[in-house]
């Protein structure tokens, strides 16, 4: 579902732990991620080439590079970006790293957590996959 996406995890090869920083190309109908929110984490972008469409619960609005978008910890605004443009598009993604955050997916019968044992894939009501 995620198309054309090339993600360099940027942060991991720096070693860092508290936060994380992705360099990521959508090609032509690639996508970042399911429409999502974060319970802990907070979450940065920055287009630094081409164009995407941030999909959000307050509808769509096109960035273009020199752009940015943030979410809040919290923040029950699930988002994600999708190029419908002809040309790749380039962002950094930034965020945090707190453990315990869980990730929900309103499209979706989704939700990402971590607990004592780790991370986990759930259906919306808890049932783990």
Same mark, same amino acid.
């Given at each position: 579902?995620?198309? +054309? ?6 942060? +991991? *090869? ?7 920083? %992705? ?9 970042? #991620?399911?429409?999502?929110? =974060?319970?802990? +984490? ?14 959000? %619960? ?6 273009? &590079?020199?752009? #940015?978008?943030?979410?809040? *910890?919290?923040?029950?605004? #699930?988002? =994600? ?5 002809? *040309?790749? *598009? ?11 955050? %869980? &990730? ?10 971590? +607990?004592? %044992?780790?991370?986990? #894939? ?8």
């Amino acid at each position: 579902r995620m198309g +054309d996406r090339v993600k360099r995890r940027l942060g +991991d *090869a720096c070693g860092l732990t508290k936060f994380g920083v %992705n360099l990521v190309t959508l090609g032509p109908g690639g996508q970042s #991620a399911l429409r999502h929110w =974060h319970t802990l +984490d907070d979450e940065f972008v920055y287009v630094l080439s081409g164009e995407v469409v941030l999909v959000s %619960n307050e509808g769509t609005q096109v960035l273009r &590079a020199g752009m #940015a978008a943030g979410y809040p *910890a919290g923040k029950k605004d #699930a988002h =994600h970006f999708i190029n419908r443009s002809k *040309a790749p *598009a380039t962002y950094l993604e930034i965020g945090t790293r707190i453990e315990g955050d %869980n &990730a929900f997916y309103p499209d979706d019968d989704l939700m990402w957590g971590e +607990d004592e %044992n780790g991370t986990f #894939a759930a259906h919306k009501d808890g049932r783990r996959y």
